[in-house]
């Protein structure tokens, strides 16, 4: 797991130790970044289930301006602590060891420009971050989110579908706000 292109391009990542985490891959994402590029420089970031914090500090690496990361678990935050330090992004990156309801009911409306969210597969994890997201409101007006999930889970939400994207076993589902702007994605 590396960072693959901007100011940290090549930083090696450490992995959450155990099983209870599934980092994406190099190959998702970098194509996911290839897909919202030309979003991700000055963005407002949240990465809501951060696990190794990768999405979140390559889109630092990218030229985001701000990432909070939220994540739980502490084994898993001690890591995105010590990722966004070796990719020397930490200046940027603000951790908060928080449950991802919790933390989505007292962030300020209309923040984010990018949300990712990369909770475990299967369930109604994905699903509840995205009623949350809607509910108070967090996604600024041109803001996208970005769901990775597997291609059998199925999550109901109020955003518009922008696009989908299928790698292997994984599906990559680009959202916006229904009365959002923009659909370049």
Do not use: W
Request: hydrophobic share 40%; with cysteine.
């Amino acid at each position: 797991m590396r960072v693959v292109s901007g100011s940290a391009r090549g930083c090696k990542l450490t992995p959450v130790p155990g099983m209870n985490t599934r980092p994406t891959t190099d190959r998702v994402k970098e194509s996911l970044f290839n897909i919202i590029q030309m979003r991700v420089r000055e963005a407002v970031v949240l990465d809501l289930f951060a696990g190794t914090g990768q999405l979140g500090i390559e889109a630092l690496s990218r030229g985001a301006s701000h990432c909070d990361f939220v994540e739980k678990d502490k084994t898993a935050y001690s890591t995105v602590q010590n990722n966004t330090q070796a990719a020397r992004v930490a200046d940027r990156a603000f951790l908060h060891a928080a449950d991802a309801q919790t933390f989505v009911s007292h962030a300020r409306a209309g923040r984010y420009d990018l949300i990712f969210l990369d909770p475990p597969y299967g369930g109604k994890i994905l699903e509840s971050a995205l009623s949350a997201i809607e509910t108070f409101d967090i996604l600024s007006t041109n803001g996208i989110i970005i769901c990775e999930s597997a291609v059998e889970d199925v999550f109901a939400h109020g955003f518009e579908t922008v696009k989908t994207y299928r790698y292997g076993a994984t599906l990559i589902t680009v959202l916006q706000r229904r009365d959002g702007r923009t659909d370049e994605t």
